[in-house]
């Protein structure tokens, strides 16, 4: 497909503002078009089979778990390619994005540029990462030593422990990951151990520090 051709764009997730905004910039642009959006990632994979967009872009969520199985389910269903905004930007998820069938990430503060760059790019079948997802993405596998690395949380551990901030029990986050509240509590000890922290509430501050939890969230 070449960039003249339309490229039909389902935007799915983000507040509705966002939406719309995406939706403005994309109508300004020739050869673009948007298919459809939704605001629930569970309907993103039945919507595509029904519009036929070319490309998918979705907000991410805070759980990555939900965010994988979407873009898994998309591809699945679908001959659409798949762009991810993301909320932020860590080694791991970008890993996760990319295994699942992801063609494109970009950042939210990435540019209405980079963007559209970003859809065309995808549009006509190529990878597309915006600058400052690389630059994080490498930045980060650059610049931590080599303990540091051993103590970085997988994907998994990361949504334990943002639930854990955010004050669910431990029976709440097994039947939220449809898993055994041991594996839970196997995770917790895990990002103990890997974090040195020894209380729930050291966890809850680093959640926080790290962006995975709100105040408001936690208290």
Do not use: W
């Amino acid at each position: 497909m070449s960039t003249e051709a339309s490229i039909r764009v389902q935007l799915v997730g983000g507040r509705k503002i966002m939406r719309e905004g995406l939706c403005a910039l994309l109508e300004r642009h020739a050869g673009l078009s948007v298919a459809g959006e939704s605001d629930e990632l569970r309907a993103a994979a039945k919507l595509a089979q029904a519009i036929l967009p070319s490309v998918v872009v979705i907000s991410s969520p805070s759980s990555t778990r939900d965010l994988v199985q979407t873009i898994r389910s998309i591809r699945e269903s679908s001959t659409a390619q798949v762009v991810v905004l993301c909320t932020h930007v860590d080694l791991a998820l970008v890993q996760e994005i990319l295994k699942a069938g992801a063609c494109g990430c970009l950042a939210h503060d990435s540019s209405s540029t980079e963007f559209i760059a970003a859809i065309r790019a995808v549009g006509d079948g190529k990878m597309y990462i915006s600058s400052n997802v690389a630059a994080a993405v490498f930045n980060e596998s650059m610049n931590f030593p080599s303990e540091s690395r051993k103590k970085r949380l997988a994907p998994r551990e990361r949504e334990v422990l943002r639930r854990i901030a955010g004050g669910e029990t431990t029976r709440q986050i097994a039947k939220a990951l449809c898993i055994s509240t041991k594996t839970v509590e196997t995770h917790r000890r895990r990002i103990m151990e890997k974090l040195q922290k020894r209380s729930l509430a050291d966890l809850t501050k680093y959640a926080i520090r790290e962006g995975l939890a709100s105040l408001e969230a936690s208290s």
